[in-house]
């Protein structure tokens, strides 16, 4: 709704009649069924919490430029199309995008119909014998890549598995310093109850009486330079453990919980920013913004 205000400038004899009209903006409801800040004063991104046409003018007021990594590795190209399709129709509409496709297939990515100002980046990378050490490897190739290319071409990264389908609006609401993504399977879960990694001699490792929020790996992101953070934390952590022939419980995912225990995310998604249908519908999901993609682990994973 817009409001006027109406005034009368005197030059001399001359009067001026001058009307004034200004958007009054409509402000999000303050839900009370969920959390919506964390203890150290980070949002919590739930619908109904953010007005998305103040926040889509002032990034695009800045020229934002999002970067959305994902690894299409050995039969997992298979998941792209899906992916990058659903990601057309809900992910950061109306802002410039650019998609990295890391692959050891590249002859095997199809070609897409983007919108404007939007690109698509393919990638070529080794691929490994084992599917933990590609998504552990993809840490090393993240941080990496941030230095060599993501730091000159794009503001934010956000860091993506392949295996997952846009089924609702993901726009810069999201976007902070750095971001994680709660994981559906434990928003209302105990501590104890995380799956943290629990081997004191472990990079990954996190006591049972400390631990925030158990964080999804499949979705995290923030400005580039921060994201080199993560990334590189992850990585170096992944290789002192294998060092001492050990691997956390949940692989990358292990590591990036125990970042972020210590160093805080300045933005958490709700689980309807990563949601799996095993979970069923619960009431506080009123919208299920990202799905897993129902697959057959062992054949997928397979050579």
Not at 226 to 253: P, S, T
């Amino acid at each position: 709704a817009y409001s006027k205000k109406k005034w009368t400038l005197q030059y001399g004899a001359i009067s001026i009649r001058v009307t004034f009209m200004s958007l009054n903006p409509k402000f999000p409801c303050l839900r009370t069924d969920v959390m919506m800040v964390t203890p150290w004063l980070a949002p919590i991104v739930w619908d109904g919490s953010f007005n998305i046409d103040i926040l889509n003018a002032q990034f695009h007021q800045r020229g934002v430029r999002i970067g959305l990594t994902v690894f299409a590795i050995k039969k997992y190209t298979v998941f792209l199309k899906i992916f990058i399709e659903t990601a057309e129709k809900y992910f950061m509409v109306g802002h410039k995008v650019c998609y990295y496709v890391f692959t050891d297939r590249p002859q095997d990515i199809p070609s897409f119909s983007l919108g404007e100002g939007r690109t698509l980046n393919v990638i070529e990378v080794t691929s490994y014998k084992r599917w933990q050490d590609v998504t552990m490897r993809r840490m090393q190739i993240i941080s990496e890549n941030c230095l060599k290319r993501f730091i000159y071409e794009v503001d934010y990264l956000v860091c993506s598995d392949v295996d997952m389908m846009f089924a609702g609006h993901h726009g810069v609401e999201m976007l902070s310093d750095v971001f994680a993504a709660i994981h559906p399977g434990f928003f209302q879960a105990s501590r104890k109850q995380f799956t943290h990694e629990r081997r004191p001699e472990s990079q990954g490792y996190i006591p049972e009486d400390e631990g925030d929020y158990y964080y999804t790996g499949c979705y995290f992101g923030g400005k580039v330079e921060e994201v080199y953070k993560v990334a590189n934390f992850c990585h170096h952590a992944m290789m002192a453990d294998k060092a001492k022939n050990m691997e956390a419980l949940w692989h990358d995912e292990s590591y990036l919980n125990r970042y972020f225990l210590y160093y805080k995310p300045t933005k958490l998604l709700s689980p309807e920013y990563v949601w799996n249908n095993y979970y069923g519908s619960p009431v506080y999901v009123k919208i299920k913004r990202f799905l897993h993609v129902d697959k057959d682990f062992e054949k997928i994973r397979s050579n």
